[in-house]
């Protein structure tokens, strides 16, 4: 079964500091990999996706992600966090059972990040 | 371009009750996908509609259902509430192709619809 893991549930951060959020995937095929941002009383926010290609994916807001596929992991990374970026992240990988483009995204239970200054 | 728009943002509701909540897609979004946010179970999908027919469903009971117009607007709705039934309800939309496939795979979220069961 298709499943997506964020091991935390909370990421600590001082600003100006470099910031990593977790995630690892289980699929069958090649995975479909998405990071989400949301904001208080907000909808989720797409940030950048992996589809196929390059292993580092550069996406909204300065953040990127680096697709392994041998650890199988997509983590969220930021060379510089800011106060503005807390808030709740979520990884997702399309269920891929109805076919790779096509099909409901299966999302990870969330990391809350929190950045001070 | 207007993005994903939902109403009501938020609403009360009473056990027993039925509630019915709308969303607009982004023009030119022909699938449209709902998904149920909770604290403790965090974001789930209920179903996905693609020209007006239910493509995929997750694991809801037959109280949740949904449809989608000609204009791809869709609406959910949940009959008999229940306590449990409290969430932000996340509408969805996505480019297809002409043969329906996803066109570029993300998803793009409305604000959401907050319910209160009481």
């Known amino acids: 079964a298709q499943s997506v893991a964020q091991p935390e549930d909370q ?12 995630c690892t995937y289980s699929v069958s095929g090649n995975p479909y990999l998405f990071w989400y941002v949301q904001y208080p009383n907000r909808g989720l926010q ?72 | 371009k207007a993005g994903v728009t939902q109403t009501p943002r938020y609403l009360i509701k ?22 149920q946010q909770t604290p403790g179970q965090g974001l789930q999908f209920l179903f996905e509609y693609f020209s007006e027919t239910q493509r995929n469903k997750g694991n809801f009971p037959g109280r949740f259902s949904g449809r989608q117009f000609s204009n791809s607007r869709s609406e959910m709705n949940v009959s008999t509430l229940e306590l449990g039934d409290s969430a932000l309800y996340l509408c969805a939309s996505s480019l297809v192709t002409a043969s329906g496939g996803a066109n570029t795979g993300e998803l793009f979220f409305g604000e959401g619809s907050r319910l209160t069961v009481l």
Not at chain 1, 81 to 90: G, I, K, P, Q, R
Not at chain 1, 93 to 110: A, C, E, P, T
Not at chain 2, 21 to 30: A, D, E, K
């Open chain 1, 11 to 22: 990421v600590n951060v001082a600003e100006g500091n470099p910031l990593t959020v977790k």
């Open chain 1, 46 to 117: 797409f940030l950048l996706k992996y589809i196929t290609g390059d292993n580092l994916v550069k996406g909204s807001y300065g953040f990127e992600a680096e697709f392994n596929k041998s650890q199988t992991s997509f983590h969220l990374k930021k060379p510089s966090a800011l106060v503005s970026d807390s808030a709740l992240y979520f990884c997702a990988v399309r269920d891929v059972r109805y076919g790779g483009s096509q099909g409901n995204l299966i999302f990870g239970k969330g990391t809350k990040l929190s950045v001070k200054p």
């Open chain 2, 14 to 35: 009473t056990r027993g009750q039925q509630v019915t909540l709308s969303c607009s897609p982004i023009s030119g979004h022909r699938s449209v996908s709902w998904y």
